[in-house]
Antibody, heavy 126, light 108 residues
Framework: QVQLQESGPGLVKPSQTLSLTCTVSGGSISSGSYYWSWIRQPAGKGLEWIGRIYTSGSTNYNPSLKSRVTISVDTSKNQFSLKLSSVTAADTAVYYC??????????????????WGQGTLVTVSS | DIQMTQSPSSLSASVGDRVTITCRASQSISSYLNWYQQKPGKAPKLLIYAASSLQSGVPSRFSGSGSGTDFTLTISSLQPEDFATYYCQQSYSTLGYTFGQGTKLEIK
């Protein structure tokens, strides 16, 4: 079964760039049936979708974060990555990567997140 | 963006109870609605996708219904392992997927 694992620095200084990688195991990231997403959750709060990438390199970003976010994919390593620039304390959160299956029917395209990585806490502090 | 509002925000119930959690969208999202369960310190787990489709491996006591703006997640007979926080999520707009604020289900 597919498993996802986030990795990267747990502490980032304000104004710097947060960089995380998600390694996919048990399946190929190049499968055409999935997007690959990043989601975050501040401590004690709800979930916020950051953005996603398809294996073609096509991306979609949350409009509230779009100016600071870059998601990329490295199919040779079976990984995808997140960069969030100009971070502040408000970016402190647990960051999750997730696979986003989708299917089409006559109504349109249905998407959901499954599975998720275990999450990694990133703290923004000097 | 599409706002998702869950009610109640918290709920106390007993093992064996039937529980319903509601999720309302700020505009019609057809059936583009998913439900997740999250336990403390763990990643969310998919329960229901496309409003009413049960994810493989999820117990049949979980069910989802609704379309348009109003949706429900029902647990027919609460089990001890069901005490967790539940989130709805709309996948109607890829301009920005959004989640509800969560419903914390606690033991009475």
């Amino acid at each position: 079964q597919v498993q996802l694992q986030e990795s990267g620095p747990g502490l980032v200084k304000p104004s710097q760039t947060l960089s995380l990688t998600c390694t996919v195991s048990g399946g190929s990231i190049s499968s055409g049936s999935y997007y690959w997403s990043w989601i975050r959750q501040p401590a004690g709060k709800g979930l916020e979708w950051i953005g996603r990438i398809y294996t073609s390199g096509s991306t979609n970003y949350n409009p509230s974060l779009k100016s600071r976010v870059t998601i990329s994919v490295d199919t040779s390593k079976n990984q995808f990555s997140l960069k969030l620039s100009s971070v502040t304390a408000a970016d402190t959160a647990v960051y999750y990567c997730a696979r986003e299956p989708f299917y089409y029917d006559s109504s349109g395209t249905f998407n959901w997140f499954d599975p998720w990585g275990q999450g990694t806490l990133v703290t923004v502090s000097s | 963006d599409i706002q998702m509002t869950q009610s109640p925000s918290s709920l106390s119930a007993s093992v064996g109870d039937r529980v319903t959690i509601t999720c309302r969208a700020s505009q019609s999202i057809s059936s583009y609605l998913n439900w997740y369960q999250q336990k403390p310190g763990k990643a969310p787990k998919l329960l229901i996708y496309a409003a009413s489709s049960l994810q493989s491996g999820v117990p049949s006591r979980f069910s989802g219904s609704g379309s348009g703006t109003d949706f429900t997640l029902t647990i027919s007979s609460l089990q001890p392992e069901d005490f967790a926080t539940y989130y709805c999520q709309q996948s109607y707009s890829t301009l920005g997927y959004t989640f509800g604020q969560g419903t914390k289900l606690e033991i009475k």
